[in-house]
């Protein structure tokens, strides 16, 4: 049975074990496919204002952050961050980690969710984030530069909680 719970430090090697090759295969993330171990850290751990990871058992299957997507007078708009790895996908953990993260967006206070730059060639999480009620509410040509595709469009996407 999976469990959704709060990041601890003990988590972190296999955190770094599922977002490492995602960060490197520069598909679905804007982050620098050289990343260091300790900057993906700071962005996935550090610098939110909390992270989660799915458990089955022992068995880490994905993880999340929350955070606000602005500072001050946008804060009350969260911004997430969602990996799940390779052998737990199709599974339905990226599902219940959008839920998950949608309770504690509404139990933190935020208003209402924004993704920023969502892959348009990420077909399979933009029909998730759909079916969660997020809407696509502006397209960026071009946006993304996709490690194997190229320049892709990238939409920004939005649902009130």
């Keep these: 049975m999976t469990e959704i719970i709060p990041f601890e430090d003990a988590h972190w090697?296999?955190?770094?074990?599922?977002?490492?090759?995602?960060?490197?295969?520069?598909?679905?993330?804007?982050?620098?496919?050289?990343?260091?171990?300790?900057?993906?850290?700071?962005?996935?751990?550090?610098?939110?204002?909390?992270?989660?990871?799915?458990?089955?058992?022992?068995?880490?299957?994905?993880?999340?952050?929350?955070?606000?997507?602005?500072?001050?007078r946008g804060a009350h708009v969260c911004n997430c961050g969602y990996v799940v790895g390779e052998a737990a996908r199709g599974r339905g953990i990226?599902?219940?980690?959008?839920?998950?993260?949608?309770?504690?967006?509404?139990?933190?206070?935020?208003?209402?969710?924004?993704y920023n730059l969502v892959a348009a060639s990420n077909e399979g999480a933009v029909r998730l984030w759909q079916r969660h009620g997020f809407e696509i509410i502006g397209t960026l040509p071009e946006a993304f530069d996709h490690a194997s595709l190229g320049l892709v469009d990238a939409h920004v996407m939005y649902r009130h909680l």
């Design 94 to 114: 990226a599902s219940a980690l959008c839920v998950h993260s949608l309770d504690q967006a509404r139990a933190l206070g935020f208003r209402s969710m924004q």
């Design 13 to 72: 090697p296999e955190v770094w074990a599922i977002l490492k090759p995602v960060f490197r295969a520069g598909e679905t993330y804007a982050f620098a496919t050289d990343i260091s171990e300790a900057e993906a850290r700071m962005v996935w751990i550090d610098a939110p204002r909390a992270s989660f990871v799915a458990m089955d058992g022992d068995t880490l299957l994905g993880t999340y952050y929350i955070k606000a997507n602005q500072p001050s």
